[in-house]
């Protein structure tokens, strides 16, 4: 795993540190793990002052109501406020644009060693993109919502869905604060349009899907783990039923192959490559 040497530099919420990180790389078999199951844990990825410090941004940037913020009322999942105006409505599901909020982000985002896994994965070129998550989530103990189960692939438009998103825990995850749920090796399944929902979620309600939601696994994570997952994996995550909010950083890459669809959602911000 990489480990971080800190050294003074950066000002403001991350003054006197900035992190020099080491060269990691995946080993055989945990390649063959994320190829099979379409998810790998990489615990202890980032160390306990980063994290304390990305979440100390992200409270004060919702102090301050910094836009872009998507909104629990936006999404329209059970348990969101029903607007913006109603009891709950202030309540922030993530802020967007994580890539351009922080230079330190940028740089967690695009330099080893995530850099280096992510070519490992995807092949030698590689780019963030901006479009798709580029956020730190922010579940919070009122009015979260239930996230049903999707693929993220549902409404990206690249050529393929053959994207990855890297999810760093800043604090403790468990299903008692909505930890992702995952179906392993479902990005692997061919899925009919009648077991989906007219949002692209998958149905709780048809029998044909309950032997695929038997297979629900929990991802606990403790601060500092990554999580890579394969766009099309199905997941899902709950409720945060606890008195305190649920920080994580998660940024999306594709391969330079495997380009966004012109004029569309995907194209909407510049992608940066991973050189």
């Not at 998810?39 to 100390?56: K, R």
């Not at 009015?143 to 990855?164: C, E, K, M, Q």
């Not at 077991?195 to 692209?200: G, I, N, S, T, V």
């Amino acid at each position: 795993m990489p480990c971080y040497i800190i050294r003074p530099r950066c000002k403001g919420i991350f003054s006197g540190y900035i992190l020099e990180l080491v060269i990691a790389m995946l080993k055989s078999e945990q390649i063959r793990e994320f190829k099979e199951k379409g998810y790998l844990v990489l615990p202890g990825f980032s160390g306990e002052s980063f994290c304390e410090s990305v979440v100390a941004l992200a409270k004060s940037e919702l102090q301050r109501q910094a836009m872009p913020i998507e909104f629990e009322a936006d999404t329209q999942y059970p348990g969101a406020p029903l607007s913006r105006t109603a009891e709950g409505g202030a309540t922030a599901r993530r802020l967007l644009m994580a890539s351009q909020r922080h230079p330190i982000l940028l740089d967690w985002a695009t330099a080893d060693p995530l850099k280096g896994i992510l070519h490992q994965l995807l092949g030698t070129d590689v780019l963030l993109s901006q479009a798709h998550h580029n956020c730190i989530m922010t579940k919070q103990p009122a009015f979260s919502s239930v996230t049903g189960w999707h693929r993220d692939s549902r409404y990206w438009n690249f050529a393929r869905p053959d994207l990855i998103s890297a999810w760093l825990a800043l604090g403790d995850e468990q299903k008692e604060n909505g930890c992702l749920l995952v179906l392993p090796g479902s990005h692997h399944w061919a899925i009919a349009a009648d077991q989906l929902d007219e949002r692209q979620f998958l149905r709780a309600d048809l029998a044909k899907n309950t032997s695929l939601l038997d297979q629900t696994t929990p991802v606990p994570l403790k601060q500092g783990d990554l999580l890579l997952f394969h766009s099309n994996l199905f997941h899902a995550a709950g409720r945060n039923i606890t008195d305190k909010t649920k920080f994580s950083m998660v940024f999306t890459y594709r391969s330079g192959d495997n380009p966004p669809k012109p004029n569309s959602r995907s194209t909407s911000q510049a992608e940066i490559p991973l050189l």
